[in-house]
């Protein structure tokens, strides 16, 4: 069945198919005296690839042959002579499509254009020809430029600003459009500017678009059908033959447009001439001495005439191949002559040409190279300031020569020891000093290396120095020592420094030097290192054995529960240490999911030297009394946790550290040790809990209640509630996203007891349980501050087989927004009505106050004359 059907459908689609000739949809509207091509294609054929075509025309009803690509003598006489001459020809474009050309179109070949291809079908189907309306108008484009002369010659400096003209007018019967393009030939082609084109839009050439958007290439339209473009800041790539190009177009049956004709008049032949700069350094390498001054000028040169300022600034950079933007501005001169503001540099304008720069007291750090960079700004019609030009110079290579003192530097030790805890001097003599002056002065620094058996290079370690005010800065290494005067630094002399340990230890063995720093007074009254000598090292060192120190952790309890007692022990053993006592510190090593620990160990108790225990780390307020750290031997120490939680989960090790008795009644560190690991591992399948927050109306007005619930929802193992416990504290994060810190609001510890925090505004807030595991927070008479994302962190207690109390991980919600409105009503109520109010008042005082003025205030006797009684009546009437 399914190969009938598709045979079926296979001879259906072979009868539909049919030859089909296309030409354009007419009528084509071409202008007289143009070019005219009429394409024309075949498909859907059979036989050979390449077709064949015939064109014949009618201006009524009978059709002349014109031209065929298989026949030389289809032409007709009427035609033949033009077909001779090349005024129509076919051009093929592919094997199955031509273009029927005629040059020089006339009024006469106005008519119907017939395409036609002879058969080479198997049958006879389709269309074998197409037919198109040609209809031919009078040509009414014209296209001037300047009325003096149709070309002109103009030469312009780099900068100046420019206008064309050209004029085009059409006055066709038919409704067309003018698209109009200005072009520049600077080589052999033409390239387009700008165009108004014939659907009203501007088009910018390659290359235009920068400078038609910042206005300074613009086409305008005027009177008299004129189009101007205007150039501002010409510049090099604008000399060349300037042309207006105006196409004339019409809308074709098939809505597209159709360019009919085209025509251009060169308007102007443009030479923009380059200015010309030219910047020079007057001197070339310069050698300066400390403290003298450094003279330069800056030379410049230009062909410019007429109004033009110059611009000049001057650089510094520490090599000759850095770009501007890693040089140093030193000073500069805009065009308006204005110097910007500097102490020791100066730049003065000597003449015209030439800028001076003038650096005065110069330093060893002036050493490098200098160079001008100028620039040349003209001004623009419109009163700105247009730069035209800009040019670097050379680099100036300047050497200033330091002013160094000559000096040696002595390194001895007046005392060494033989043993342990004798003390050692070491002396830093100046020697051999010349050259200095009352601008010079030395300080010291020391250093110290420790010696190793390997051939490993060791970097050494600072213990003091001192800055230009004498003032003694210590290393991390000397400091703690030095603040309790074990050791000391002094200047004995002018020229002598001492280094004294009153005890000296084994990890003091290594050498020692000493670097003497000249400094040198600058013009702003800083001091300024000019000069480092080091001394050759001294060796302190004795032969003594090695000390060594061994800790062992033993866990007493082989196996316990959450809740039970935790105990270890450490034992020390030591070699080598006369006398030693040791300092006890318990660490614990967490899991990386402690959120109250990041880093990972924890420092729990420490015990030091002199038996005297001290809480590190441990913060935990409710277990305060709950580890125990004491010295059970002198060798021996036991570490007890009472009541273990979950989250003492960890491994707990011993840090040892053996002291020896030094001099002055002091202890010093001998050696440090750590034991191997124990381990609490609590197996527990308890409930998992989880927390969310919820709220019916999370959008309020002000002075409205917020209510806001924090759910504990429980997995796994169900609990009694008597038997579980939880800490709440709120949180609101003020801002849209959580891009802010959290600020706590208020927190329900297990025993009930609420916590607020202080606040601003005039809202309040209360936190309760409502059931054994929901709890409220509500925010009454709430004010705009109080919007922001609010959350609830839970932590859970739990009360184990035993009776104790276990502390679960913290438990943070997901937040939710509360939003606060304000209540427009509301808010306008009661300033309406005091305003109504008063100026109810103020009318009805306004109203007394004009009544009684009008009662007594105003009130005149008028006596009135006796009138006689005549028909005349008395002059006063009038």
């Avoid at 001169?333 to 000597?350: C, K, P």
């Amino acid at each position: 069945v399914n190969c009938m059907f598709s045979l079926s459908l296979f001879c259906c689609l072979a009868f539909c198919r049919g030859r089909v000739v296309r030409v354009p949809k007419g009528p084509l509207i071409r202008v007289r005296g143009t070019e005219v091509v009429i394409p024309c294609s075949v498909s859907d054929y059979d036989g050979p690839s390449e077709q064949n075509f015939d064109w014949e025309f009618s201006r009524e009803t009978d059709f002349v042959r014109i031209v065929s690509t298989w026949d030389s003598t289809f032409t007709s006489e009427e035609y033949q002579k033009r077909v001779d001459h090349g005024d129509i020809k076919l051009r093929r474009s592919s094997n199955d499509a031509v273009e029927l050309v005629i040059r020089n179109i006339q009024p006469a070949d106005q008519g119907r254009y017939k395409c036609s291809t002879p058969s080479t079908d198997a049958t006879v189907q389709g269309n074998y020809d197409a037919e198109v309306q040609v209809k031919v108008i009078s040509d009414g484009l014209l296209v001037s430029g300047s009325k003096a002369r149709s070309s002109m010659s103009l030469r312009l400096s780099e900068g100046d600003s420019f206008k064309l003209r050209c004029s085009a007018i059409t006055t066709s019967p038919e409704h067309t459009h003018l698209h109009v393009t200005w072009q520049i030939k600077s080589g052999l082609t033409w390239r387009d500017i700008l165009s108004l084109t014939h659907e009203g839009k501007f088009q910018t050439g390659p290359g235009y678009e920068e400078r038609y958007r910042n206005g300074d290439i613009r086409l305008d339209t005027g009177a008299n059908d004129t189009y101007r473009l205007s150039v501002s800041q010409a510049s090099s790539l604008d000399g060349g033959a300037y042309r207006c190009l105006v196409s004339e177009w019409v809308r074709g049956a098939d809505s597209s447009w159709q360019k009919i004709q085209e025509k251009s008049v060169e308007i102007a032949s443009m030479a923009i001439q380059r200015t010309a700069l030219d910047v020079v350094i007057s001197t070339s390498n310069v050698s300066v001495t400390e403290r003298d001054s450094l003279d330069l000028t800056c030379n410049i040169t230009t062909d410019r005439s007429g109004i033009f300022q110059a611009e000049v600034m001057w650089y510094f950079s520490a090599s000759p191949d850095d770009t501007l933007s890693d040089a140093q501005v030193l000073l500069s001169m805009d065009h308006d002559s204005i110097v910007s503001d500097s102490t020791l540099i100066s730049l003065s304008h000597v003449d015209r040409n030439s800028y001076r720069l003038l650096v005065r007291d110069v330093d060893v750090e002036d050493s490098g190279y200098y160079f001008c960079q100028a620039a040349v700004w003209v001004p623009l019609h419109n009163g700105s300031w247009h730069k035209v030009v800009e040019r670097i110079s050379a680099p100036v290579s300047v050497v200033v020569t330091a002013l160094e003192p000559d000096y040696e530097v002595f390194l001895n030790a007046s005392k060494t020891p033989k043993f342990s805890d004798d003390p050692t001097e070491l002396n830093c003599r100046i020697t051999n000093a010349q050259d200095t002056e009352a601008n010079i002065r030395f300080t010291v620094s020391w250093y110290y290396r420790p010696r190793l058996r390997s051939d490993d290079v060791v970097a050494e370690e600072l213990l003091a120095t001192m800055d230009a005010d004498w003032t003694l800065l210590l290393g991390d290494r000397s400091r703690e020592r030095t603040q309790n005067g074990e050791i000391i630094f002094s200047k004995k002399a002018v020229d002598t420094f001492s280094l004294r340990i009153q005890w000296t230890s084994e990890s003091d063995r290594g050498d020692y030097f000493c670097v003497i720093s000249a400094w040198s007074r600058h013009r702003n009254n800083s001091w300024v290192k000019s000069r480092d000598v080091t001394s050759a090292p001294v060796s302190i060192f004795w032969a003594t054995q090695d000390y060594t120190l061994t800790v062992e952790a033993v866990k007493l309890k082989p196996f316990f529960v959450a809740g039970h007692t935790f105990e270890m022990t450490c034992k020390v053993s030591s070699k080598n240490i006369k006398t030693p006592r040791y300092s006890v510190l318990i660490t614990a090593e967490k899991p990386l999911t402690d959120q109250s620990n990041p880093n990972g160990t924890t420092r729990i108790i420490s015990l030091n030297q002199d038996s005297v225990v001290r809480l590190e780390d441990w913060t935990d307020q409710t277990r305060v009394d709950g580890v125990v750290l004491e010295k059970v031997q002198e060798n021996e120490f036991r570490y007890r946790m009472y009541q273990t939680q979950i989250s003492d989960a960890g491994l707990y090790r011993c840090v040892v550290t053996a002291w020896s008795p030094g001099g002055g009644g002091m202890w010093r560190e001998a050696v440090n040790g750590l034991s191997n690991p124990i381990q609490i591992d609590f197996q527990t399948s308890g409930p998992v809990f989880n927390v969310s927050v919820h709220s019916d109306n999370p959008t309020i007005y002000q002075g409205e209640l917020a209510d806001l619930l924090c759910i504990v929802t429980m997995e796994g193992m169900v609990l009694e509630p008597d038997d579980m416990s939880f800490d709440v504290s709120w949180f609101a994060v003020r801002s849209f996203v959580l891009d802010r810190e959290p600020v706590l609001l208020a927190s329900l510890d297990r025993r009930g007891i609420v916590t607020q925090s202080r606040r601003n505004g005039s809202s309040d807030l209360s936190l309760e349980r409502i059931s054994p595991l929901e709890f409220r927070l509500r925010v009454h008479g709430c004010e705009d501050h109080d919007f922001g994302n609010h959350y609830c962190i839970v932590t859970p207690w739990v009360r184990s087989a035993t009776g104790v109390w276990q502390r679960e991980p913290d438990i943070k919600a997901k937040p939710i927004f509360l939003s606060v409105k304000m209540d427009v009503l509301n808010a306008f109520k009661y300033p309406l009505l005091i305003g109504i109010g008063l100026a109810t008042v103020i009318g009805l005082l306004s109203c007394l106050i004009g009544y009684c003025s009008s009662r007594w205030c105003c009130k005149k006797e008028v006596q009135e004359t006796r009138r006689e009684r005549r028909r005349l009546m008395s002059m006063e009437m009038d």
